[in-house]
Protein backbone atom coordinates (compact mmCIF):
# COMPACT_ATOMS: atom_id res chain seq x y z
CA UNK A 1 0.00 0.00 0.00
CA UNK A 2 1.47 3.58 -1.01
CA UNK A 3 1.84 5.71 1.71
CA UNK A 4 -0.35 8.64 2.13
CA UNK A 5 1.07 12.52 2.37
CA UNK A 6 -0.64 13.85 5.47
CA UNK A 7 -0.64 17.94 5.98
CA UNK A 8 2.03 19.41 7.55
CA UNK A 9 2.11 20.12 11.57
CA UNK A 10 0.61 16.56 12.61
CA UNK A 11 3.53 15.75 14.01
CA UNK A 12 4.64 12.67 12.67
CA UNK A 13 8.16 13.68 11.53
CA UNK A 14 8.83 14.46 15.43
CA UNK A 15 8.85 10.64 16.57
CA UNK A 16 12.70 9.32 15.44
CA UNK A 17 13.02 12.89 18.09
CA UNK A 18 11.24 11.01 20.68
CA UNK A 19 12.88 7.97 20.19
CA UNK A 20 15.99 9.86 20.14
CA UNK A 21 15.07 11.22 23.75
CA UNK A 22 14.09 7.48 24.73
CA UNK A 23 17.41 6.16 23.77
CA UNK A 24 19.19 8.80 25.40
CA UNK A 25 17.51 8.63 28.60
CA UNK A 26 17.83 5.20 28.89
CA UNK A 27 21.55 4.60 27.51
CA UNK A 28 22.62 1.29 26.19
CA UNK A 29 23.96 -1.87 26.82
CA UNK A 30 27.12 -3.33 25.37
CA UNK A 31 28.73 -6.72 25.73
CA UNK A 32 32.41 -7.33 24.17
CA UNK A 33 34.10 -10.41 24.29
CA UNK A 34 37.88 -11.30 23.47
CA UNK A 35 38.71 -14.51 22.63
CA UNK A 36 42.72 -15.52 22.12
CA UNK A 37 45.59 -16.91 23.29
CA UNK A 38 47.40 -15.09 26.18
CA UNK A 39 50.02 -12.32 25.24
CA UNK A 40 48.33 -11.05 22.54
CA UNK A 41 47.68 -7.23 23.86
CA UNK A 42 44.13 -7.91 24.25
CA UNK A 43 43.63 -6.01 27.83
CA UNK A 44 45.63 -3.45 26.17
CA UNK A 45 43.38 -3.27 23.21
CA UNK A 46 40.50 -2.45 25.44
CA UNK A 47 41.73 0.19 27.62
CA UNK A 48 42.91 1.30 23.81
CA UNK A 49 39.71 1.33 22.40
CA UNK A 50 38.17 3.16 24.68
CA UNK A 51 40.78 5.41 26.17
CA UNK A 52 40.40 4.70 30.02
CA UNK A 53 41.67 1.79 32.19
CA UNK A 54 39.34 -0.45 31.78
CA UNK A 55 41.08 -3.18 32.90
CA UNK A 56 44.76 -3.84 34.66
CA UNK A 57 47.06 -5.60 32.46
CA UNK A 58 48.72 -9.05 34.21
CA UNK A 59 52.17 -9.33 34.96
CA UNK A 60 54.14 -11.73 33.20
CA UNK A 61 54.75 -13.63 36.34
CA UNK A 62 51.30 -13.82 37.18
CA UNK A 63 50.25 -14.80 33.45
CA UNK A 64 52.66 -18.03 33.74
CA UNK A 65 52.17 -19.44 37.06
CA UNK A 66 49.74 -21.37 36.78
CA UNK A 67 50.21 -23.26 33.25
CA UNK A 68 50.06 -26.18 35.10
CA UNK A 69 46.28 -26.11 35.95
CA UNK A 70 44.64 -26.40 32.45
CA UNK A 71 41.25 -24.49 32.43
CA UNK A 72 39.92 -21.64 30.48
CA UNK A 73 38.22 -19.11 32.84
CA UNK A 74 35.45 -16.53 32.22
CA UNK A 75 36.07 -12.86 33.40
CA UNK A 76 33.67 -10.38 33.33
CA UNK A 77 34.89 -6.79 33.64
CA UNK A 78 31.78 -4.01 33.41
CA UNK A 79 32.14 -0.37 33.36
CA UNK A 80 29.77 2.56 32.59
CA UNK A 81 31.08 5.04 29.79
CA UNK A 82 29.78 8.48 29.58
CA UNK A 83 29.63 10.76 26.25
CA UNK A 84 28.11 14.21 25.87
CA UNK A 85 25.80 13.07 28.38
CA UNK A 86 24.60 9.56 26.88
CA UNK A 87 25.58 6.80 29.03
CA UNK A 88 26.72 3.35 27.69
CA UNK A 89 26.94 -0.27 30.33
CA UNK A 90 29.65 -1.89 29.01
CA UNK A 91 30.81 -5.51 29.82
CA UNK A 92 34.03 -6.80 28.75
CA UNK A 93 34.43 -10.74 28.35
CA UNK A 94 37.60 -12.19 28.66
CA UNK A 95 39.18 -15.97 28.09
CA UNK A 96 42.25 -16.28 30.21
CA UNK A 97 43.74 -20.03 29.85
CA UNK A 98 42.75 -20.27 25.94
CA UNK A 99 44.87 -21.69 23.84
CA UNK A 100 47.49 -21.61 26.34
CA UNK A 101 48.39 -25.44 26.35
CA UNK A 102 50.03 -28.30 24.71
CA UNK A 103 46.75 -29.67 24.31
CA UNK A 104 43.92 -27.84 23.68
CA UNK A 105 40.89 -30.42 22.93
CA UNK A 106 37.57 -29.00 24.22
CA UNK A 107 39.48 -25.66 25.46
CA UNK A 108 36.54 -23.39 23.44
CA UNK A 109 33.69 -25.37 25.94
CA UNK A 110 33.79 -23.06 28.10
CA UNK A 111 33.25 -20.43 25.73
CA UNK A 112 30.71 -21.70 23.89
CA UNK A 113 28.56 -22.98 27.07
CA UNK A 114 28.85 -18.84 28.44
CA UNK A 115 27.50 -17.57 24.89
CA UNK A 116 24.66 -20.11 24.97
CA UNK A 117 23.86 -19.65 28.51
CA UNK A 118 23.37 -15.94 28.05
CA UNK A 119 20.97 -16.45 25.55
CA UNK A 120 19.39 -19.26 28.04
CA UNK A 121 19.05 -16.84 30.75
CA UNK A 122 17.71 -14.07 28.81
CA UNK A 123 14.62 -16.61 26.99
CA UNK A 124 13.90 -17.85 30.75
CA UNK A 125 13.43 -14.33 31.87
CA UNK A 126 11.31 -13.57 29.19
CA UNK A 127 8.98 -16.25 30.09
CA UNK A 128 7.98 -14.89 33.29
CA UNK A 129 4.92 -12.74 34.03
CA UNK A 130 6.95 -9.91 35.32
CA UNK A 131 9.68 -8.49 32.66
CA UNK A 132 10.48 -5.11 33.70
CA UNK A 133 14.13 -5.35 34.35
CA UNK A 134 15.56 -7.93 32.66
CA UNK A 135 19.32 -8.76 33.13
CA UNK A 136 20.99 -8.95 29.23
CA UNK A 137 24.34 -10.09 29.36
CA UNK A 138 24.04 -11.21 25.70
CA UNK A 139 27.61 -11.19 23.66
CA UNK A 140 27.26 -8.59 20.63
CA UNK A 141 30.48 -9.06 19.33
CA UNK A 142 33.51 -10.93 19.81
CA UNK A 143 37.07 -10.07 18.79
CA UNK A 144 39.07 -13.11 17.86
CA UNK A 145 42.53 -12.67 18.21
CA UNK A 146 44.96 -14.27 15.65
CA UNK A 147 48.66 -14.64 16.58
CA UNK A 148 50.99 -12.90 13.36
CA UNK A 149 52.56 -15.78 12.82
CA UNK A 150 52.65 -15.32 9.03
CA UNK A 151 51.26 -18.39 7.95
CA UNK A 152 47.90 -19.11 8.47
CA UNK A 153 45.37 -20.37 10.85
CA UNK A 154 45.97 -22.52 13.50
CA UNK A 155 43.78 -25.80 13.69
CA UNK A 156 42.66 -24.50 16.90
CA UNK A 157 41.50 -21.29 15.30
CA UNK A 158 39.55 -22.92 12.94
CA UNK A 159 37.68 -25.04 15.32
CA UNK A 160 36.75 -21.91 17.42
CA UNK A 161 35.90 -19.43 14.80
CA UNK A 162 33.40 -22.08 13.12
CA UNK A 163 32.17 -22.57 16.53
CA UNK A 164 31.58 -18.87 17.16
CA UNK A 165 30.54 -17.99 13.94
CA UNK A 166 27.18 -19.56 14.49
CA UNK A 167 26.20 -17.90 17.71
CA UNK A 168 27.45 -14.50 17.77
CA UNK A 169 29.12 -11.55 15.98
CA UNK A 170 32.73 -13.02 14.69
CA UNK A 171 35.16 -10.49 13.96
CA UNK A 172 38.67 -11.46 13.44
CA UNK A 173 41.31 -9.67 14.62
CA UNK A 174 45.47 -9.80 13.68
CA UNK A 175 46.93 -8.78 16.63
CA UNK A 176 50.75 -6.94 17.37
CA UNK A 177 50.40 -5.65 13.32
CA UNK A 178 53.63 -4.03 13.88
CA UNK A 179 55.47 -7.14 14.21
CA UNK A 180 54.77 -7.51 10.18
CA UNK A 181 56.21 -5.92 7.45
CA UNK A 182 53.27 -4.40 4.91
CA UNK A 183 53.39 -7.16 2.70
CA UNK A 184 53.52 -10.45 4.64
CA UNK A 185 50.82 -8.57 6.82
CA UNK A 186 48.84 -8.52 3.27
CA UNK A 187 50.08 -11.76 2.18
CA UNK A 188 48.95 -13.06 6.14
CA UNK A 189 45.26 -11.58 5.61
CA UNK A 190 44.80 -13.27 2.36
CA UNK A 191 45.75 -16.65 3.72
CA UNK A 192 42.99 -16.10 6.50
CA UNK A 193 40.69 -14.78 4.06
CA UNK A 194 40.91 -17.99 1.85
CA UNK A 195 40.55 -20.60 4.86
CA UNK A 196 37.71 -18.65 6.46
CA UNK A 197 36.29 -19.52 2.49
CA UNK A 198 37.36 -22.83 2.22
CA UNK A 199 36.06 -23.63 6.16
CA UNK A 200 32.95 -22.20 5.63
CA UNK A 201 33.48 -19.68 8.68
CA UNK A 202 30.76 -16.79 9.24
CA UNK A 203 32.48 -13.59 10.36
CA UNK A 204 30.18 -10.64 11.08
CA UNK A 205 28.79 -8.42 8.09
CA UNK A 206 26.88 -5.60 7.48
CA UNK A 207 25.02 -3.89 4.44
CA UNK A 208 27.38 -2.09 2.04
CA UNK A 209 25.01 -0.28 0.85
CA UNK A 210 23.68 3.13 2.21
CA UNK A 211 21.85 5.66 1.49
CA UNK A 212 24.80 8.63 0.84
CA UNK A 213 27.82 7.58 -1.15
CA UNK A 214 30.04 8.57 1.64
CA UNK A 215 28.68 6.17 4.13
CA UNK A 216 28.64 3.06 1.34
CA UNK A 217 32.34 4.33 0.71
CA UNK A 218 33.06 4.33 4.46
CA UNK A 219 31.85 0.77 4.78
CA UNK A 220 33.01 -0.50 1.56
CA UNK A 221 36.32 0.55 3.28
CA UNK A 222 35.97 -0.86 6.70
CA UNK A 223 35.04 -4.35 5.26
CA UNK A 224 37.60 -4.70 2.61
CA UNK A 225 39.85 -4.24 5.96
CA UNK A 226 38.51 -7.45 7.37
CA UNK A 227 40.53 -9.14 8.79
CA UNK A 228 41.22 -6.14 10.82
CA UNK A 229 45.08 -5.45 11.75
CA UNK A 230 45.74 -3.79 15.21
CA UNK A 231 48.23 -1.92 17.52
CA UNK A 232 47.02 -1.36 20.42
CA UNK A 233 49.25 1.06 23.22
CA UNK A 234 47.88 3.51 25.95
CA UNK A 235 51.24 5.11 26.31
CA UNK A 236 51.76 8.98 24.32
CA UNK A 237 54.87 8.53 22.21
CA UNK A 238 56.57 11.60 20.32
CA UNK A 239 56.90 11.17 16.49
CA UNK A 240 59.87 12.61 14.16
CA UNK A 241 57.65 15.47 13.02
CA UNK A 242 56.79 16.84 16.48
CA UNK A 243 53.28 15.21 17.21
CA UNK A 244 51.94 13.34 20.06
CA UNK A 245 49.97 10.12 19.12
CA UNK A 246 48.94 7.15 20.75
CA UNK A 247 52.02 4.38 19.87
CA UNK A 248 55.08 2.16 19.98
CA UNK A 249 58.10 3.76 20.04
CA UNK A 250 61.15 2.18 17.61
CA UNK A 251 64.69 2.61 16.87
CA UNK A 252 63.47 2.87 13.36
CA UNK A 253 60.50 4.98 14.36
CA UNK A 254 56.93 4.89 16.08
CA UNK A 255 54.05 2.96 15.39
CA UNK A 256 50.85 4.81 15.65
CA UNK A 257 47.64 3.34 16.72
CA UNK A 258 45.22 5.36 14.87
CA UNK A 259 47.94 5.91 11.39
CA UNK A 260 45.87 3.89 8.92
CA UNK A 261 49.00 3.84 6.80
CA UNK A 262 49.88 1.78 10.02
CA UNK A 263 47.09 -0.73 11.00
CA UNK A 264 43.12 -1.11 11.22
CA UNK A 265 42.43 0.31 14.50
CA UNK A 266 41.31 3.34 13.70
CA UNK A 267 38.65 1.27 11.33
CA UNK A 268 37.68 -1.24 13.52
CA UNK A 269 37.16 1.26 16.27
CA UNK A 270 34.61 3.11 13.77
CA UNK A 271 32.77 0.24 13.09
CA UNK A 272 32.43 -1.25 16.77
CA UNK A 273 31.61 2.38 18.20
CA UNK A 274 30.84 4.66 15.64
CA UNK A 275 29.14 3.41 12.84
CA UNK A 276 27.54 -0.17 13.70
CA UNK A 277 27.56 -0.89 17.29
CA UNK A 278 23.32 -0.73 16.58
CA UNK A 279 23.81 -3.19 14.01
CA UNK A 280 26.35 -5.26 16.34
CA UNK A 281 23.19 -5.41 18.80
CA UNK A 282 19.95 -5.98 16.77
CA UNK A 283 21.79 -8.38 14.64
CA UNK A 284 21.98 -10.52 18.09
CA UNK A 285 18.59 -9.61 19.13
CA UNK A 286 17.05 -10.61 15.71
CA UNK A 287 19.41 -13.16 14.41
CA UNK A 288 21.68 -15.07 16.52
CA UNK A 289 19.20 -14.88 19.97
CA UNK A 290 15.77 -16.01 17.62
CA UNK A 291 18.08 -19.17 16.23
CA UNK A 292 19.12 -19.89 19.81
CA UNK A 293 15.49 -19.93 20.79
CA UNK A 294 14.02 -20.81 17.85
CA UNK A 295 15.83 -24.60 17.87
CA UNK A 296 15.15 -24.58 22.12
CA UNK A 297 11.89 -24.15 21.42
CA UNK A 298 11.35 -26.54 18.93
CA UNK A 299 13.00 -29.46 21.67
CA UNK A 300 11.35 -27.69 24.63
CA UNK A 301 7.96 -27.20 26.26
CA UNK A 302 7.77 -23.87 27.65
CA UNK A 303 9.68 -23.39 31.35
CA UNK A 304 11.16 -26.66 30.69
CA UNK A 305 14.83 -26.39 32.21
CA UNK A 306 17.47 -26.75 29.18
CA UNK A 307 19.25 -30.14 29.73
CA UNK A 308 22.88 -29.20 31.41
CA UNK A 309 25.86 -31.38 29.55
CA UNK A 310 28.90 -31.21 31.29
CA UNK A 311 31.59 -30.42 29.57
CA UNK A 312 34.73 -28.53 31.07
CA UNK A 313 37.85 -29.56 29.86
CA UNK A 314 39.16 -29.74 33.39
CA UNK A 315 36.98 -32.31 34.65
CA UNK A 316 37.78 -34.66 31.50
CA UNK A 317 41.05 -34.23 32.25
CA UNK A 318 40.68 -35.28 35.97
CA UNK A 319 38.17 -37.95 35.12
CA UNK A 320 40.87 -38.97 32.92
CA UNK A 321 43.87 -39.26 35.13
CA UNK A 322 41.48 -40.94 37.35
CA UNK A 323 40.59 -43.54 35.14
CA UNK A 324 44.63 -44.17 34.48
CA UNK A 325 45.21 -44.42 38.11
CA UNK A 326 42.61 -46.68 38.86
CA UNK A 327 43.26 -49.24 35.48
CA UNK A 328 47.12 -49.14 36.77
CA UNK A 329 45.58 -49.72 40.34
CA UNK A 330 43.47 -52.56 39.17
CA UNK A 331 46.91 -54.03 36.74
CA UNK A 332 49.24 -53.83 40.00
CA UNK A 333 46.39 -55.76 41.84
CA UNK A 334 46.07 -58.05 39.34
CA UNK A 335 49.38 -58.82 38.95
CA UNK A 336 50.18 -59.28 43.08
CA UNK A 337 47.02 -61.52 42.91
CA UNK A 338 48.47 -63.93 39.73
CA UNK A 339 51.91 -64.06 41.56
CA UNK A 340 49.98 -65.27 44.97
CA UNK A 341 48.45 -67.81 43.16
CA UNK A 342 51.68 -69.39 41.41
CA UNK A 343 53.07 -69.25 44.72
CA UNK A 344 49.74 -71.06 46.37
CA UNK A 345 50.43 -73.77 43.25
CA UNK A 346 53.90 -74.10 43.85
CA UNK A 347 53.12 -74.85 47.07
CA UNK A 348 50.54 -77.35 46.56
CA UNK A 349 52.93 -78.95 44.39
CA UNK A 350 55.10 -79.17 46.71
CA UNK A 351 53.12 -80.40 49.31
CA UNK A 352 51.40 -82.91 47.30
CA UNK A 353 55.18 -84.23 45.92
CA UNK A 354 56.16 -84.53 49.32
CA UNK A 355 52.58 -86.59 50.46
CA UNK A 356 53.39 -88.84 47.51
CA UNK A 357 57.05 -89.54 48.96
CA UNK A 358 55.78 -89.89 52.36
CA UNK A 359 52.97 -92.57 50.72
CA UNK A 360 55.74 -94.09 49.33
CA UNK A 361 58.08 -94.22 52.32
CA UNK A 362 54.98 -95.58 54.57
CA UNK A 363 54.47 -98.93 51.53
CA UNK A 364 57.97 -99.30 51.85
CA UNK A 365 57.61 -99.79 55.69
CA UNK A 366 54.84 -101.60 55.28
CA UNK A 367 55.86 -104.23 53.37
CA UNK A 368 59.38 -104.28 55.40
CA UNK A 369 57.24 -105.06 58.32
CA UNK A 370 55.41 -107.51 56.68
CA UNK A 371 58.41 -109.61 55.61
CA UNK A 372 59.66 -109.11 58.82
CA UNK A 373 56.48 -110.78 60.26
CA UNK A 374 56.52 -113.23 57.39
CA UNK A 375 60.27 -114.58 58.52
CA UNK A 376 59.12 -114.35 62.57
CA UNK A 377 56.30 -116.54 62.16
CA UNK A 378 56.74 -120.13 63.91
CA UNK A 379 57.49 -122.98 61.45
CA UNK A 380 54.92 -125.90 61.36
CA UNK A 381 55.66 -129.47 62.84
CA UNK A 382 56.37 -132.34 60.71
Not at 85 to 109: A, C, E, H
Not at 359 to 377: C, D, F, V
Request: net charge neutral.
Amino acid sequence: MAPVQVGAGIGIANLPNQRHKIVAKSGANFTLMVCGESGLGKTTFINTLFTTSIKTPKTYKRRYNKTAEKTVEIEIIRAELEEKQFNVKLSVIDTPGFGDYTNNRDSWMPIIDFIDDQHESYMRQEQQPKRQELSDMRVHCCLYFIRPSGHTLKPLDIEVMKRLGTRVNLIPVIAKADTMTPTDLHKFKKRILEVIAAQNIQCYTFPLESDDEASTKRNMNIMAAMPFSIIGSTDDVVTADGRTVKGRQYSWGVAEVENEDHCDFKKLRQLLIRTHMLDLISSTEETHYETYRHAQMETRKIGEAKVKTVTNPKWKEEEEALRKRFTEQVRLEENRFRSWEQQLIAERDRLNKDLEAEHSHIKALEAELEAMQAGLSPKPRK
